[in-house]
């Protein structure tokens, strides 16, 4: 989950962009909810934007892209999507650096649980469907792309639901790019 680095950019009216912000080390972090469910939900909204894991990771764990992230959310007032498949992402991840002794259990599962609260008083959700698996299994096939299945499964789905795909991996935002999907890059300098 390691942010990508990319000096591209695009116009700042969705297509490719870039964020940069300081990084601050590997120290762990919990989520900050900041605001209420009903403040979050009073914003005026106007696109769909869609967080895979990489960018809700830096939430949640210090790393380099954390300061990005942050600022990049807390601008936000657009539509926040995170599905389903992007959180269990998330608890994979959580649960490699469990294994891995770099987290411990309790503060794993107090990092989901703030996680969850934030998710269900600020985003909606995307269900996936199976036309999303069908054009993800085409998208892995273009082998020009290098596109992993889990990430051209979020490409699929922003595709069909056209929404705003934002991540911190280069090769997915370039791949999503390729195949039509409205695409922001966050990048970390």
Same mark, same amino acid.
Request: proline content about 1%; glycine content about 4%; overall charge neutral.
């Given at each position: 989950? !390691? ?13 490719? $962009?870039? !964020?940069?912000?300081?990084?601050s080390g590997p120290q762990a972090r919990r989520l900050e909810l900041g605001g209420t469910a009903q403040s979050a939900l009073r914003r005026p909204r106007r696109l769909s ?8 990771l830096p939430t949640l764990i210090q790393e380099a892209a954390s300061a990005v992230v942050d600022r990049f959310i807390g601008d936000l007032e657009d539509d926040l999507i ?5 959180? !269990? ?31 269900? !008083? ?35 789905? $922003? ?31």
């Open positions: 989950m !390691a942010p990508r680095r990319s000096g591209l950019a695009r116009n700042t009216a969705g297509d490719l $962009c870039l !964020a940069s912000g300081a990084a934007v869609y967080l895979d894991a990489s960018v809700i995170i599905s389903e498949f992007a959180a !269990a992402e998330v608890a994979s991840a959580l649960s490699r650096l469990v294994r891995t002794g770099l987290l411990d259990q309790d503060d794993a599962s107090r990092r989901l649980s703030d996680f969850d609260a934030w998710r269900a !008083a600020s985003a909606h959700d995307l269900d996936l469907q199976a036309s999303d698996v069908r054009l993800a299994n085409v998208f892995v096939r273009r082998f020009d792309l290098m596109l992993r299945a889990p990430d051209a499964l979020h490409a699929a789905a $922003c595709r069909r639901a056209d929404h705003l795909l934002v991540t911190l991996d280069k090769r997915l935002a370039l791949a999503a790019l390729e195949l039509g999907v409205r695409t922001r890059l966050l990048t970390v300098d």
